[in-house]
């Protein structure tokens, strides 16, 4: 969130044919949160589905997101990116919310976070058991 100057944000991981969200920071603070995406619910799905990143800078009237989180958690604007494998499976997600001073999201944004869902890719295949 710092590197896109967000203020709230999300990540998921993909458990079967979900991907689910735990955790929620907002405010400074984590909140517990227990939110689930399916491949044709909200951003998340969305970038599941199609494996690129995708910016939403009016949530509200963005026909991708999910308007009743949209409303119940205030989001204004989102970025969102897949955290994708080397063999081009999605195993979770990042999403960065109400950019710092309403400025929108750019492309900039997407680089950055996009990074960082590289390296959580690298880190998470590093953890998946072994067939030996």
Not at 9 to 36: K, P, T, Y
Request: aromatic share 6%.
């Amino acid at each position: 969130m710092m590197v896109t100057q967000s203020t709230m944000g999300v990540s998921g991981l993909r458990e079967g044919d979900e991907m689910v969200c735990r955790e929620m920071r907002r405010q400074g603070r984590w909140e517990r949160i227990d939110v689930r995406f399916t491949r044709d619910r909200g951003l998340p799905g969305w970038v599941w589905t199609n494996r690129v990143p995708y910016i939403a800078n009016d949530a509200a009237a963005d026909r991708r997101a999910d308007s009743g989180l949209v409303a119940s958690h205030g989001v204004r604007s989102a970025l969102t990116v897949p955290i994708v494998d080397a063999g081009g499976e999605v195993l979770g997600f990042f999403e960065m919310q109400n950019k710092a001073a309403g400025i929108p999201y750019d492309e900039e944004d997407v680089h950055l976070a996009s990074a960082l869902a590289h390296h959580a890719a690298v880190a998470l295949e590093a953890r998946k058991p072994t067939d030996r």
